[in-house]
């Protein structure tokens, strides 16, 4: 499985970013794709994630309301649209994926066997 992030940059705090990663390697109708972040100097922590069949979404709650995570089918690709950014929002951003991750470790990025080279994200006050 091959995870490639992109659509990083510098935006001032209230714009919108849309992160992009293409997924390849296998068929992922059964896996969980997932963002994570990390500041310098700070933990990773998940964002967001999806399941490939059905589409269920989960969230951080410190993003709800700002960031939406899709996905397309037919492009193998997995979006993170980020609005209202705030300078917290700063970090690289990573997709990951895996298709044994339940509910339970959803949101622990040590369930993913799979990772993306990571985005940087840039939120200027």
């Known amino acids: 499985v091959q995870l490639q992030a992109s659509g990083g940059g510098l935006v001032q705090a209230g714009g919108s970013l849309r992160l992009s990663c293409v997924a390849r390697g296998r068929t992922f109708s059964s896996y969980v794709m997932a963002w994570f972040r990390q500041a310098p100097g700070k933990e990773r922590e998940f964002v967001a994630a999806i399941r490939w069949s059905g589409g269920y979404t989960y969230y951080a709650d410190s993003v709800k309301g700002r960031f939406t995570i899709s996905r397309d089918i037919a492009k193998n690709t997995v979006y993170l649209q980020m609005n209202s950014l705030k300078a917290e929002d700063t970090a690289v951003y990573y997709c990951?994926?895996?298709?044994?991750?339940?509910?339970?470790?959803?949101?622990?990025?040590?369930?993913?066997?799979?990772w993306g080279q990571g985005t940087q994200v840039t939120v200027s006050s």
């Open positions: 990951a994926a895996d298709r044994s991750v339940i509910l339970s470790t959803l949101r622990v990025g040590a369930g993913y066997d799979y």
